[in-house]
T-cell receptor, first 110, second 118 residues
């Protein structure tokens, strides 16, 4: 099955700086790569996703890049704000079964 | 729509007791997933239903776990007997899939049921 690895496990950034989270996957058939944000005690919520026919996608301060050859994808958050503090999960799937990374705890320092 | 609704939000029980977690997916969604989240193992898929039919239960830990989906608007996850290692947050999630086995859209999670087995 699919195996997703996520780095780093924790990330502390100064408010206004950028944050980058990287994930690798193992199954070359994977074609859907969502990113979820989970605030403390809350449910995971989709923030952005990308499909395999696209190399990059952007939504305001959030962007995701995908390199299918290298089987890795990344989340970029620019101009970080305190409300960006949360756990971020990447995921990958070739069908319905999302395999999640272990998560990255992002802390934005004021 | 109110989103995916789960109950109870918190459950504290003693080892050996039966636990039943409930889920109401978003109306119109034909795919339903049960996930378990722990610090050690992260988010694990337990079981996937498509059009009320269990498609993949390979993530169900053992026979103590069972799940049902009697209709499109209700699903249960049952643990009998419960053990301390079952303590976790259990999430139900739903999505609209145009075709069985194909993830074609966003996965919407419920608020989760936090289970503590003493």
């Amino acid at each position: 099955g699919e195996n997703v690895e996520q780095h780093p496990s924790t990330l502390s950034v100064q408010e206004g700086d950028s944050a980058v989270i990287k994930c690798t996957y193992s199954d070359s058939a994977s074609n859907y790569f969502p990113w979820y944000k989970q605030e403390l005690g809350k449910r995971p919520q989709l923030i952005i996703d990308i499909r395999s026919n696209v190399g990059e996608k952007k939504d305001q301060r959030i962007a995701v890049t995908l390199n299918k050859t290298a089987k890795h994808f990344s989340l970029h958050i620019t101009e970080t704000q305190p409300e960006d503090s949360a756990v971020y999960f990447c995921a990958a799937t070739p069908d319905y079964k999302l395999s999640f990374g272990a998560g990255t705890t992002v802390t934005v320092r004021a | 729509d109110a989103g995916v609704i789960q109950s109870p939000r918190h459950e504290v029980t003693e080892m050996g007791q039966e636990v039943t977690l409930r889920c109401k997916p978003i109306s119109g969604h034909n795919s339903l997933f049960w996930y378990r989240q722990t610090m050690m193992r992260g988010l694990e898929l337990l079981i996937y239903f498509n059009n009320n039919v269990p498609i993949d239960d390979s993530g169900m830990p053992e026979d103590r776990f069972s799940a049902k989906m009697p209709n499109a608007s209700f699903s249960t996850l049952k643990i009998q007997p419960s053990e301390p290692r079952d303590s976790a947050v259990y999430f139900c999630a739903s999505s609209s899939g145009l075709r069985a086995y194909r993830n074609t859209g966003e996965l919407f999670f419920g608020e989760g049921s936090r289970l503590t087995v003493l």
